[in-house]
């Protein structure tokens, strides 16, 4: 799957696994973010560290958090972003979940490696 280009060669087949899982379904996940370099990161951090500031965090200009630059699983290849219909929100969770990736009840649309900081520490 395309959309998935940049996720680390060895996670993205698990990834395109539980799209496949979905697509079986008739579920289309629409992949919102995978790799980010450091300035992509840095923008969004900040966002995010702004509208927590502002208390506009979770709303709907904001609705999920941001790790700073250098803590994201997402500038190593190893977390995806994908958003599905609101009906199978918890559906796709669990899917991702069942695959073997870690899904955080705050960030729904974020799949990473599970203990990904001891890889790339
Ligand atoms: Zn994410």
Same mark, same amino acid.
């Given at each position: 799957?395309?959309?998935?280009?940049?996720?680390?060669? *060895?996670?993205?087949?698990?990834?395109?696994? /539980?799209?496949?899982?979905?697509?079986?379904?008739?579920?289309?996940?629409?992949?919102?973010?995978?790799? !980010?370099?450091? +300035?992509?990161? @840095?923008?969004?951090?900040?966002?995010?560290? !702004?509208?927590?500031? @502002?208390? !506009?965090?979770?709303?709907?200009? *904001?609705?999920?958090? /941001? +790790?700073?630059?250098?803590?994201?699983?997402? *500038?190593?290849?190893?977390?995806?972003?994908?958003?599905?219909?609101?009906?199978?929100? *918890?559906?796709?969770?669990?899917?991702?979940?069942?695959?073997?990736?870690?899904?955080?009840?705050?960030? /729904?649309?974020?799949?990473?490696?599970?203990?990904?900081?001891?890889?790339?520490?």
């Amino acid at each position: 799957m395309i959309a998935l280009r940049g996720l680390h060669s *060895q996670l993205r087949p698990y990834a395109e696994y /539980a799209h496949a899982i979905a697509q079986h379904f008739g579920v289309t996940p629409r992949v919102a973010s995978v790799r !980010r370099n450091w +300035n992509e990161q @840095q923008v969004l951090y900040e966002r995010y560290v !702004r509208a927590v500031q @502002q208390g !506009r965090f979770p709303s709907p200009s *904001q609705p999920y958090p /941001a +790790n700073a630059p250098g803590d994201s699983a997402h *500038q190593f290849g190893l977390a995806w972003d994908s958003q599905v219909a609101p009906e199978y929100r *918890q559906w796709w969770k669990d899917v991702r979940r069942w695959v073997g990736f870690t899904v955080y009840d705050h960030d /729904a649309p974020h799949a990473e490696l599970p203990g990904w900081r001891a890889v790339v520490m």
